[in-house]
T-cell receptor
């Protein structure tokens, strides 16, 4: 089965700076999900990407899926303390209905 | 409000004492699943259910049971918990576009 590798594992960024988190697969991704987790809270859906080259934005967060559909990046512009948390990517395994696999997560800390 | 609820949110128990974590969704989703999250391992699926009375094993089903007697509820049962089941557990329900997660249950087994 395919695996998802997230990088970096953790990231400390000065408030106001931009950052990028990557999610890479060994195989073609059929659906790529980005979620955010804040300590003590549940998982919050950010975006889903399906098509090669697709890009979506929500407020200051932009996610892209490359043309080969094996890598996705999550970019945050002008980071704020509210962006702190753990970002998780999940992917749709086409041969298992609705069964997603997940990256290990990227812990983001925003320094004021 | 569309949501997935889990109870309890926090639980400390001892080895061997049976426990159930409840999960309920109000979105009429057919698909529900349970995950555990451990540091460095990310989310791993325990069990999932495609519909009422239809359940199947995920990646890490050992030591867990589930049931799906009605569409809205999908409880996770630990018949004889062990310390290696100490983890953060998430219940989710989904369409084919998005998964909705519960708030999580932090379980500690002593």
């Amino acid at each position: 089965s395919q695996e998802l590798e997230q990088s970096p594992q953790s990231l400390i960024v000065q408030e106001g700076k931009n950052l990028t988190i990557n999610c890479t697969s060994s195989k073609t991704l059929y659906g790529l999900y980005w979620y955010k987790q804040k300590y003590g809270e549940g998982l919050i859906f950010l975006m889903m990407l399906q098509k090669g080259g697709e890009e979506k934005s929500h407020e200051k967060i932009t996610a892209k899926l490359d043309e080969k559909k094996q890598q996705s990046s999550l970019h945050i512009t002008a980071s704020q303390p509210s962006h702190a948390g753990i970002y998780l990517c999940g992917a749709d395994e086409r041969d298992s209905n609705y069964q997603l696999i997940w990256g290990a997560g990227t812990k983001l800390i925003i320094k004021p | 409000e569309a949501q997935v609820t889990q109870n309890p949110r926090y639980l400390i128990t001892v080895t061997g004492k049976k426990l159930t974590v409840t999960c309920s969704q109000n979105m009429n989703h057919e698909y529900m699943s349970w995950y555990r999250q451990d540091p460095g391992l990310g989310l791993r699926q325990i069990y999932y259910s495609m519909n009422v009375e239809v359940t199947d094993k995920g990646d890490v089903p050992e030591g867990y049971k589930v049931s799906r007697k009605e569409k809205r509820n999908f409880p996770l049962i630990l018949e004889s918990p062990s310390p290696n089941q100490t983890s953060l557990y998430y219940c989710a329900s989904s369409t084919n576009q998005e998964q909705f997660f519960g708030p999580g249950t932090r379980l500690t087994v002593l």
